[in-house]
């Protein structure tokens, strides 16, 4: 069963999407299927396809549903709603201008390896949002980047 809602932030020029637990909120019924990212609404019949015709067999944007459609929706836009690849986009990673490491919860954990073509084994850290985050090995300066709804961020 889903138990999970989406959120779908829109900053500056990068779409950032994660999903979001939200327990409380029951989900609407009969909402039509989501075609784009834009009009997924949550956990609930937008991320629903409509099913193959009968004699033939079914495609992915017919039959998938749930995570597993959000995650096509998202691949047919270009879109990398778990930020699978590098997220960091912002930044330069000096403390005057640390890297914006997005978050949903007020922080998260990276992985450093080095910068600049310097590579060094990888050391994790827990930035917050707020606070200035620096890598032990290289000097790597990160903050984090709260892409969540105002007030709801938790440290
Ligand atoms: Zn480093």
Not at 44 to 57: F, K, R
Request: glycine share 12%.
């Amino acid at each position: 069963m889903l138990s999970r809602t989406f959120r779908i932030a829109r900053q500056s020029n990068r779409f950032l999407s994660s999903t979001r637990i939200l327990a409380s909120k029951p989900a609407p019924a009969n909402v039509k299927t989501a075609t784009n990212l834009a009009e997924v609404t949550g956990p609930d019949s937008s991320l629903i396809g409509p099913g193959a015709t009968p004699g033939t067999i079914p495609t992915d944007m017919d039959q998938a549903t749930g995570l597993e459609r959000f995650e096509i929706l998202g691949k047919r836009e270009g879109v990398d709603v778990f930020d699978l690849e590098d997220p960091i986009t912002e930044g330069s990673g000096t403390p005057q201008d640390p890297y914006l490491v997005p978050t949903y919860i007020g922080y998260r954990y990276v992985g450093c390896k080095g910068k600049g073509g310097e590579e060094h084994k990888p050391y994790w850290m827990k930035v917050e949002d707020g606070k200035l985050a620096r890598c032990w090995q290289c000097g790597t300066s990160l903050t984090a980047k709260y892409l969540g709804e105002p007030g709801h961020a938790h440290h």
